[in-house]
């Protein structure tokens, strides 16, 4: 058996299905759709038809896409049918925007017929404020995060710039093009390729390895054809390390 009731939110017409199968006393109520205003006579039907017999009804609202303030009246209706009746009523299966409303009102969203809505307002409204601040908290935590790294980055990052500015006589721009391009071609973090670059502008520094010396070298080309000329040097000086870095 089915039973609709269609009520419009924000402008936008909505339809509630309740379908119902009956096992062993059991009744397993099915709804689909809205769960908003006018919705009540939609379960209410449901629930009057509904065996004398009963000995159980699980409301399965998987099915459900919204729930509004007003929606809360048919949970409301099926816990009436439960203490009228005597019988064990469940809703279970809530997800999305529905679950999400049932939290912001201090419903249990595992099933909220179990402990009923919070009975005072104000703690409703704290525990809605005392998550919505712990997400800020968490969001300031990230950002800080991000900076600091950022912060123990840049050290490393500017004197790479310098290796190659002074390599290729590139402007603080295209060097920072040049580590850019070449952190991605070798799919290498940034502050890495550029403590490979600053390393190997040492007297005794170390080259790259191959992969990132292949990705300097193609990164370097691409930023010169963009129109950084690179020039030439010899003895043991930052362009020389610098060649040996990009290639």
Not at 9 to 14: F, I, L, N, S, T
Not at 180 to 185: G, K, L, M, P, V
Request: charged share 25%.
């Amino acid at each position: 058996m089915t039973a609709a009731a269609r009520a419009p939110h924000d402008g936008r017409p909505g339809a509630l299905a309740v379908d119902t199968r009956t096992e062993d006393g059991r009744v397993l109520l099915t709804a689909r759709g809205e769960l908003v205003h006018g919705c009540t006579d939609a379960l209410g039907g449901a629930l009057a038809a509904l065996p004398a017999r009963t000995a159980r009804v699980d409301l399965d609202v998987a099915g459900v896409t919204f729930l509004d303030t007003a929606g809360l009246v048919a949970l409301d209706a099926l816990g009436d049918y439960g203490r009228r009746h005597a019988v064990p009523v469940r809703a279970t299966g809530w997800r999305g925007q529905p679950r999400r409303v049932l939290e912001l009102m201090g419903r249990d969203p595992v099933d909220p017929l179990r402990a009923g809505p919070l009975a005072d307002p104000a703690a409703r409204t704290a525990s809605a404020v005392a998550r919505e601040r712990d997400e800020q908290l968490d969001l300031l935590r990230l950002e800080n995060e991000q900076l600091r790294r950022a912060m123990d980055s840049r050290p490393v990052i500017d004197q790479a710039r310098g290796v190659l500015m002074a390599t290729h006589g590139c402007t603080p721009d295209q060097a920072w093009e040049m580590l850019r391009e070449a952190s991605q071609r070798s799919n290498t973090k940034l502050r890495q390729v550029a403590a490979a670059v600053t390393a190997s502008a040492a007297p005794d520094g170390a080259a790259p390895p191959e992969p990132l010396r292949s990705a300097l070298a193609a990164a370097v080309r691409l930023v010169s054809t963009a129109g950084c000329a690179p020039r030439g040097s010899c003895g043991r000086s930052p362009a020389r390390a610098g060649r040996r870095a990009a290639g």
